[in-house]
């Protein structure tokens, strides 16, 4: 039996932030339907290792045909930014909302250096672009939670010969989370934001019938970074 759910997850607010776009894009697309699949959705937790146990706990309870996680970016960020890759490291630039602030700890010991998202990242950014939405590709998810909850769905989802393809995408920031600074930087509207994870969905869902590559694990050796398949 075909699956059809797509996961979408983003997380609550944290720092100094009264808001997260990255959970009102989540809590926004539940329900929907993108290409016949049905949207399922969650707010994650800002908290050191909570974040990766309640993101597996909606993989296992919706069992979905893709899992797409957004996140918000650096106040820098001027565009949607689809990563490639997640590192097993914790190294948080600010204290979580529990006031962990891990340094260079791994994520999962014993687990792989890094993992490769398995959506399909050109395809993505080339869906957004067409839908007006300003968007790039990332080779590096960052350090903090957006990354740990990356490489947690990645490890989970790995050596699965049916695994549903999954990665991770940041956001930039509200204009109202920018609007009260000194200096104000960059920004983004929900509606433009809404209307590129829609193009998101739309070239997840369109590429699931040729099916989906197993997760790769990416560890480092002698000679180097190399990718096993």
Known sequence: MLRRTVLVTGFEPFGSYAVNPSGMIAESLAGRVVWELTVRSGVLPVVRGETGRRVIELIARHDPAAVVCFGQGSPRQTALRVERLATNVRDFPIADNAGHRPTGEPIIPGAPTAYLTTLPVTVIRDHVREAGVPCRLSNSA???????????????????????????????????????????????????????????????????????????PVRSGRGGIRTHR
Do not use: I, K
């Open 142 to 216: 960052g350090t903090f939670l957006c990354n740990e909850v990356m490489f947690t769905v990645l490890e989970y989802l790995s050596g699965r010969p049916s695994a549903p393809p999954a990665g991770f995408v940041h956001v930039p920031l509200l204009p109202e989370q920018v609007a009260s600074l000194e200096q104000p930087g960059p920004s983004m509207a929900l509606e433009t934001m809404l209307r590129g994870a829609e193009a998101v969905l739309a070239a997840v869902a369109d590429g699931l019938p040729r099916g989906a590559g197993r997760v790769a």
